[in-house]
């Protein structure tokens, strides 16, 4: 295994870690890693095997849910400019969306998947090709009775969270989340990153090898959950589309939508460097101040009941969701308590831990991940970890 790229001194182990995970890995992959404002870890291996090339620095790779992270950040971007009170009603920005008992879903609830909307409801008729429709999935949302009082945390909003994040944002602003993603935080820090891919970027995308992905009806069922409660019905509707979703994302038309759920096309330098300016200075661009990613990084998830579907389900440990954020859990670990970040389907993962002054972007293009233990490709994170620690 032929690992291009630098560590400093001291990240060599990094470089040995990622070097022995990515051996058994098909595809291609990329890591980044910023340590106080500066790159210690510039990282890329593998293959693009569609297009038959090597996967290089300069290769991109549709990140899946780290998109989410991206999302998250602008809200938070918002509501530090005073133009988005995160715990207000969805509706305050958004007026059709109190329709149906929602009139008290606020932001906050969207952001940590405490909505009750995790999917389209199925008398909605949405399918993937919809997904590229943004009025269509919105009407459908504004539409849409919650499925559990909001607040609660039953189910991961995988698609929803992009149109339901996205048409707030594109309420206060007046564009949609993609351009104000490009024009103040992929043009400010100079980032190989879009939410809806330009045609001409469209050459340089490494697609994504498919796998086959963990039968989650089979999961609840084994668990003891009644999937023919009604509830349930509708969670494993959306995520029996979610397969069906990933492929859509894999095509041209499915990059070049904006779907910020989980179509973000970036590097893993961007996704890092995108991190770091969240925890420190990065080119003369910060993107978050202290207090305002304290406030998105307040766990709002954590020791949750499960609802009466799930509740032979055991509360899952960590931090769970902030404003957006996944903040630590047996899977997706980061660097432990104090991290803030997002994975995404088939093992991409970007993070940042403030009080280390960690940032990293991981970037691959097999989707060998399971999203029900943790990649062995992340095993770059414990020489991480540890290095971190030190000081």
Known sequence: MTVYGTTTKSFEPVREAFANAQANDPGGAQLCIYRHGEVVVDLWTGRDI??????????????????????????????????????????????????????????AHCLSHTAGLPTFPIASGIKTPDFVDWDKCTRALADATPLWKPGAHASYHAITYGFLVGEVIRRIVGKSVGTFFADEIAKPLGLDFWIGLPDAQQSRVAPHIPQRGADFRALMAGAGVNVDDPIMIE????????????????????????????????????????????????????????????????????????????????????????????????????????????????GRLGFAHPESGVAAGYACNSMLWDNFTPDPRWSWVIPLREIAATG
């Open 50 to 107: 569609a297009n038959q090339r090597p996967y290089t620095e300069d290769t991109l790779t549709v990140l899946m849910s780290c998109t989410k992270g991206a999302v998250a950040i602008c809200a938070s971007m918002l509501a530090e400019r005073g133009l988005l009170d995160l715990e207000a009603p969805v509706a305050k920005y958004w007026p059709e969306f109190a329709a149906n008992g929602k009139a008290h879903v606020t932001v």
């Open 235 to 346: 969670i494993l509707a959306g995520f029996d589309a979610i397969p069906e979703a990933v492929d859509f994302f894999n095509s041209p038309a499915g990059r070049a939508a904006e779907l910020p759920a989980g179509n973000g096309v970036a590097n893993a330098r961007s996704l890092a460097k995108m991190y770091a300016a969240c925890i420190g200075k990065i080119d003369g661009v910060r993107l978050l101040n202290e207090g305002t990613l304290a406030r998105a990084m307040r766990p709002r998830t954590k020791d949750l009941p499960p609802l009466p579907p799930l509740a032979r389900l055991p509360v899952p440990p960590g931090e769970g969701f902030g404003l957006g954020f996944t903040l630590g859990n047996p899977i997706t670990q980061m660097l432990g308590p104090g991290s803030f970040g997002h994975d995404g389907a088939g």
